[in-house]
């Protein structure tokens, strides 16, 4: 996301959490990136920090991920229609008893994404819910894997800090939410070899790709779309708050309204 703001500015939140802000070119959007490190826990603190510190109308948490689908391949992007939290549940003597836990994407930003993906001509956009777990999935036929196959059958990727980011979002009131990963190994053995010839960065790029083109159709609420007819040119009231956080190249991304 960085390479997306020419000029950026350092922040300092109090409790030492930092972000980077700057103008999207050609655009009257403004992004904060943040980078928050690994696990849904961490993101949630996190994200709620920023946004009680910057009060974003809208919150994207981009990165990288695995792929759980064999027609999902690396340096795809999976737009996540739902996060799940693959770790809820009870644990009986008649076995492990799943609690699903899912939230749903903001559906103005699922749209603008599918809206997006319709012109993007170098990257494959799949769009399927997400798995979120405390784990590195490097093992196809391992238990968790079996685990995700039987109860999350329908994911389209895993990764570490989607829910938490989601999590917040939801929690802290009218704030659209959506989870964009590039698919940088196949959540199989092979995850280090894929690791080493550079597919997380070229993952972590697509990504960003996808994400500035979100941001290009999606305006602040009360603004005109895209392709409004009384607004040819898409330009819009509002400031874009763009945090960035997660495992790898994970990005958090984010608007507001309002003077500054």
């Given amino acids: 996301m960085r390479a997306y703001l020419p000029e950026r500015v350092e922040r300092v939140h109090p409790t030492g959490t930092r972000v980077e802000t700057g103008r999207l ?3 009257s959007w403004h992004l904060a990136i943040s980078e928050l ?5 961490r993101a949630a603190a996190l ?24 027609g999902i391949g690396i340096g795809d992007i999976v737009v996540g229609t739902q996060i799940y939290e693959i770790h809820g549940g009870k644990q009986t003597d008649e076995g492990f008893k799943v609690r699903p836990k899912a939230l749903p994407s903001s559906h103005a930003l699922e749209q603008a994404a599918r809206s997006a993906a319709r012109d993007l001509a170098d990257v494959r956009v799949h769009f399927a819910p997400i798995a979120t777990g405390d784990v590195v ?7 968790i894997a079996r685990h995700i196959e039987r109860h999350y ?17 939801h929690l802290s009131g009218r704030l659209d939410a959506l989870v964009v990963r590039g698919v940088s190994d196949r959540a199989n053995a092979r995850k280090a070899e894929a690791d080493a010839g ?3 960065q070229r993952a972590a790029a697509h990504a960003a790709s996808v994400t500035v083109a979100v941001l290009r159709r999606h305006l602040p ?12 040119q898409g330009r819009g009231g509002g400031d ?11 990005t958090v991304v984010g608007k507001r309204t309002g003077t500054r």
Avoid: C
């Avoid at 994911?155 to 999590?167: D, L, T």
């Avoid at 609420?221 to 009384?230: F, K, V």
């Avoid at 874009?240 to 994970?250: A, C, S």
């Fill in 25 to 27: 070119p050609d655009s």
């Fill in 37 to 41: 490190g690994v696990g849904a826990e």
């Fill in 47 to 70: 994200t709620t920090q920023l946004i009680d510190w910057l009060h974003p109308e809208a919150v994207l948490f981009v990165g990288v991920a695995g792929s759980l689908k064999d």
């Fill in 137 to 143: 999935l490097a093992d196809s036929e391992s238990g």
């Fill in 153 to 169: 059958n329908d994911a389209g990727a895993i990764e570490m800090e989607g829910s938490g980011a989601a999590n917040a979002a």
């Fill in 198 to 200: 550079g597919s997380q």
């Fill in 221 to 232: 609420r009360g603004g005109r779309s895209a392709d409004s007819e009384e607004d040819p």
């Fill in 240 to 250: 874009h708050i763009d945090f960035r956080g997660g495992v790898f190249h994970g």
